[in-house]
């Protein structure tokens, strides 16, 4: 991912997070980068959740719920009972089932004990339906007609298969022309109109002046993940495909929303390097994005690693004595963003800012 689209990205995350209209005014959004499934990322994902079932989906901490965990969870029973007659049959060696029960109660999100030689399970609460809709959106910042003739046969795609409730493309304001044209008209568009982001020679305050500009130039057509999807098995031949019953796009969205209420859209700053002494936040269109100083620009999430030439990394001393920031300033980057995505996840004590 270049500079421009990587920084595009996180901006539209800011945006969303801040400015999203949900379907029900009452629901709460979280923001979400690069998620999916083994066939499909989406660049941004927004989840519009309950309100009182997001609260509740906290009692079982900040981190996502793999599959295996989830599988778990959700059936957990109220009282202790022996775990093969509380989980379905999961079609698989009940070995691995054992381990996934051995890490949830590791983590704390279930209860497990040893009676007669017989592993008994116990939820710790019921598993909430918090999950209302979910919103998918591809981030296409110079996108041209021939570029938007290539994405349009992937949201075509989408469209088919029905996973997200709507589909959207955002893309600079200068080519709503191309898209319009070239989109499927199940597909949204989002135009967004921003300073020159990418500018290494404008300053901090200039920075925190900029907000996006961003408007509906095409309304997407409200999906139905209920029904039976249609998956293209071959993308070299679209007459190739499969049915995607409900079912299982049901667990599929329930994966993507465990996801996308662990990670969030903050998480670039766990696979950059904060510890640089170039790298920086600043303020963006709404959001924080990082800066590298070294570079004079924003940088990749490719770019910002050990293996950069321009990599300084903090003096021990930064870390060891807690100046200027107990933990130094990379920690203090990481903890700033780990706060910032726990406000959007009410319910979670204030023990879980670091995890």
Request: charged share 30%; glycine share 8%; proline share 7%.
């Amino acid at each position: 991912m270049g500079g421009a689209e990587f920084g595009f990205e996180l901006r539209v995350c800011a945006w969303a997070e801040r400015h999203w209209t949900p379907a029900d005014p009452d629901s709460c959004v979280l923001v979400a980068r690069q998620l999916g499934t083994q066939r499909r990322r989406w660049d941004t994902v927004l989840v519009e959740a309950d309100p009182a079932g997001l609260r509740a989906r906290a009692a079982f901490g900040p981190e996502e719920l793999d599959a295996d965990l989830l599988d778990v969870v959700r059936h957990a029973p109220a009282d202790w009972t022996y775990y093969r007659d509380a989980l379905p049959d999961p079609g698989y060696p009940w070995r691995y089932v054992r381990e996934a029960i051995h890490r949830a109660s590791a983590r704390g999100v279930l209860d497990e004990r040893k009676r007669s030689n017989r592993i008994e399970i116990r939820r710790i609460a019921p598993y909430p339906d918090w999950v209302r809709r979910i919103v998918a959106v591809e981030n296409k910042p110079d996108l041209d007609a021939s570029a938007a003739r290539a994405l349009a046969d992937q949201l075509e795609r989408d469209v088919a298969l029905g996973l997200a409730d709507e589909v959207w493309v955002a893309t600079r304001a200068d080519a709503t022309r191309a898209l319009v044209t070239e989109m499927p008209s199940a597909a949204g568009v989002l135009t967004v109109g921003t300073p020159d982001d990418t500018d290494g020679d404008r300053t901090d305050a200039t920075h925190e002046r900029d907000s996006l500009s961003v408007d509906v130039a095409w309304h997407p057509r409200s999906l139905d993940p209920d029904a039976t999807g249609v998956r293209v098995t071959d993308h070299g031949d679209p007459t190739t495909f499969e049915y995607a019953p409900a079912a299982e796009k049901r667990e599929t969205r329930a994966r993507i929303a465990e996801r996308a209420y662990g990670r969030g859209w903050r998480a670039y700053a766990d696979t950059m390097r904060p510890d640089c002494r170039a790298f920086d936040l600043r303020n963006a269109a709404d959001g924080s994005v990082p800066y590298c100083h070294a570079k004079g620009r924003e940088q990749t999430a490719a770019e910002c690693s050990g293996s950069c030439a321009d990599f300084a990394p903090e003096p021990p001393g930064w870390r060891q004595r807690g100046w200027p920031i107990e933990g130094g300033p990379g920690t203090a980057v990481k903890r700033l963003l780990a706060e910032r995505r726990r406000r959007r996840r009410p319910g979670l004590s204030e023990r879980d800012d670091d995890t």
